[in-house]
């Protein structure tokens, strides 16, 4: 296993997105921010217990991204990068959500129009 020391400032804006892009897609935008928000004066430590449990986390996820994850989140520019991420992609869902639903619904007036002609 490979230790990671360094991870450039993309790579770990990268991960952010794509962790980001996940919790927003699971509509755990807001527990997630609260989380965060929550441990954040505790980062540094959270990145080490990463490491800590890295042998059995790199069983389901992959290790180089793993441990370039555990070690980004030392940085509190990333913490705070993340939940600006979140936040943005949260709401973007929500968006896209809520545009989803005002199709649908306009699709159901429409067909019910049509009936209502039908007769």
Not at 19 to 42: C, D, N, Q, V, W
């Amino acid at each position: 296993m490979d230790v990671i020391v360094e991870v450039s400032k993309d790579d770990a804006h990268e991960l952010m997105d794509r962790t980001a892009k996940f919790i927003a897609e699971r509509r755990m935008g807001s527990a997630a921010i609260l989380l965060i928000e929550s441990l954040k004066p505790l980062n540094f430590i959270a990145s080490q217990i990463l490491y800590m449990i890295a042998p059995f986390a790199e069983l389901i996820f992959k290790p180089e991204e793993y441990q370039k994850f555990a070690c980004s989140l030392e940085d509190r520019d990333n913490v705070k990068y993340l939940v600006n991420k979140i936040d943005e992609k949260d709401a973007e869902f929500h968006k896209k959500l809520k545009a989803e639903k005002k199709k649908a619904k306009e699709l159901k007036r429409k067909k019910k129009e049509l009936k209502n002609k039908l007769k």
